[in-house]
């Protein structure tokens, strides 16, 4: 588990949309897919816009309750992640990896701009 350097994410040739982790199955602006998509490294940290709390996911397999939120990456665009816990908005945050491989953020005392 740590701090993660950066994040893989696919930035969209065809509409220009960034989003988070990096696949090819399809933009979710456009629908565009496959070399469409190329990967790209995104700085993870930012600031948390907003964040809900999911009581009951529907898929089993993920534990619930579970906080997601809306992060405003320092390269711009906006993704929702799982948190850390219940932060207010406005905190800056940083992604982590946890043990299981899971990209969440948390907050960031680093002092780092978002």
Do not use: W
């Not at 390269?75 to 816990?85: F, K, S, T």
């Not at 908005?89 to 899971?102: C, F, L, M, Q, Y």
């Amino acid at each position: 588990m740590g701090k993660a350097r950066s994040l893989r994410g696919v930035h969209c040739r065809v509409c220009g949309f960034v989003s988070v982790p990096a696949q090819t199955f399809g933009c979710l602006q456009c629908g565009a897919h496959g070399d469409d998509l190329p990967v790209v490294e995104l700085n993870p940290h930012g600031l948390l816009l907003a964040a809900v709390t999911v009581y009951q996911h529907p898929n089993s397999a993920i534990a619930a309750p579970l906080v997601i939120g809306s992060v405003h990456l320092s390269d711009g665009p906006v993704v929702r992640a799982r948190l850390d816990g219940d932060l207010p908005a406005g905190v800056p945050v940083v992604a982590e990896v946890t043990g299981d491989d899971v990209v969440q953020f948390i907050a960031d005392d680093s002092k780092e701009i978002a």
